[in-house]
């Protein structure tokens, strides 16, 4: 069993930046695909970013591309997704979940654990 922790959402005006930290316990973080998704108030929920178990290799959603980054500490158990050039647009409450199969995956049905979400708001 994995135990995911979100932190770093908050309000930011439209151009900022935000780091959004998710910190895992209870399992083996190395073994699994990390990725971050988002879902907005009558929305579904949508992939945003996902990094293979060793960190060798990113996704990201073609709205985010070239904005986001994510990258992931096997040593501190940690992921985290670097968030520029905010738009309104993404704003959405934002989940880190964990992938134990073979391959990344974008469909979040795919993922086994999932953390409680932050806040991200992007408004002047």
């Known amino acids: 069993q994995v135990q995911l922790v979100e932190s770093g959402g908050g309000l930011v005006q439209p151009g900022g930046s935000l780091r959004l930290s998710c910190a895992a316990s209870?399992?083996?973080?190395?073994?699994?695909?990390m990725g971050w998704f988002r879902q907005a108030p009558g929305k579904e929920r949508e992939f945003v970013a996902a990094i293979t178990w060793s960190g060798s290799r990113q996704y990201f959603a073609d709205s985010v591309k070239g904005r986001f980054t994510i990258s992931r500490d096997n040593a501190k158990n940690t992921v985290s997704l670097q968030m520029n050039s905010l738009k309104p647009e993404d704003t959405a409450v934002y989940y880190c979940a964990a992938d134990g199969g073979l391959n990344y995956s974008s469909d979040y049905t795919h993922y086994d654990y999932w953390g409680q979400g932050t806040q991200v708001t992007v408004s002047s």
């Open positions: 209870g399992g083996t973080f190395s073994r699994y695909h």
